[in-house]
């Protein structure tokens, strides 16, 4: 593959992982402030969704769910993505004349590409 199909692959894979990232994070935020809403409910209404006897289930739950939210909000994983912007870089770089051609380079490329074939 040239050095202009390389950048396009990887500014579609940047593309992909940075769509895969939002999805997630969105989904992480519903999950937080449903364990909120969770947990705020339990103390201002308690019969409302679970009965009052299980007020304290209810509240013990809403935190397990608002903290699982907030850990996948904090430690979603962005560096996959900043790999992929660091040899796009160096890529358009090598494509203008600033770098010249670095073997390593080609075969980090060559393990994300057999890691997307093959996965």
């Known amino acids: 593959m040239d050095v202009q199909g390389k950048i396009n692959f990887l500014k579609s894979a940047i593309a992909s992982q940075q769509i895969k990232l939002r999805l997630l994070s969105s989904l992480a935020a519903?999950?937080?402030?449903?364990?909120?809403?969770?947990?705020?409910?339990?103390?201002?209404?308690?019969?409302?969704?679970?009965?009052?006897?299980?007020?304290?289930?209810?509240?013990?739950?809403?935190?397990?769910i608002a903290a699982g939210g907030c850990i996948a909000i904090f430690f979603c994983r962005r560096d996959k993505i900043v790999a992929l912007r660091t040899l796009l870089n160096s890529y358009q770089h090598q494509q203008v004349g600033g770098l010249k051609s670095d073997a390593k380079l080609d075969e980090y490329f060559d393990r994300y590409f057999e890691i997307i074939l093959g996965g």
């Open 30 to 64: 519903i999950l937080f402030a449903t364990g909120i809403t969770l947990v705020i409910l339990s103390f201002v209404s308690p019969g409302l969704i679970l009965s009052e006897l299980l007020k304290t289930v209810q509240a013990l739950g809403g935190a397990a």
